[in-house]
């Protein structure tokens, strides 16, 4: 185990781990985010006779990325935490989820973003009208939503 968990299947650098970790009958993950999730659910497959705690402080498992619908309009909310990074998609293979989970179109020629109550095509003209600094730091207003179009 020890191995795996300091050069694991989707790991490409070193943990921090505790030295008697492939001893442990017991091991706590703590956030239920993408990360901690993967690495509960890793853990869990190669391990069964490991018990996986996961310790999340929040009411919902996800992390930051969660799913927002209105009307016709779906989009995940911290799409970019899955850009196409294939220990993502080889999670969703193991899932089972690859007929529920698409990448979005890469071909989409406009970018949308749900922001103050309404969708606004995202564009140079946006960028240049918000002012480019607001735009890196996030700070032209209450949050929005990334939806690819």
Request: glycine share 12%; net charge positive.
């Amino acid at each position: 185990m020890e191995d795996w968990v300091r050069y694991g299947d989707e790991l490409r650098r070193p943990l921090c781990v505790a030295d008697d970790l492939p001893n442990s009958s017991t091991v706590c993950v703590v956030g239920g985010g993408l990360s901690g999730l993967t690495v509960a659910y890793r853990i869990a497959s190669k391990r069964p006779d490991v018990r996986v705690e996961l310790i999340e402080k929040s009411d919902r498992l996800g992390g930051v990325i969660e799913t927002w619908t209105q009307g016709e309009w779906v989009c995940d909310v911290a799409v970019n935490a899955t850009r196409a990074h294939p220990a993502f998609w080889r999670l969703v293979d193991d899932l089972g989820l690859g007929d529920r989970f698409a990448p979005s179109n890469p071909e989409a020629d406009a970018r949308w973003v749900y922001t103050r109550g309404r969708s606004q095509k995202l564009s140079l003209w946006t960028v240049l009208r918000r002012g480019p600094l607001k735009m890196l730091n996030g700070s032209t207003g209450p949050p929005g939503r990334s939806v690819g179009g």
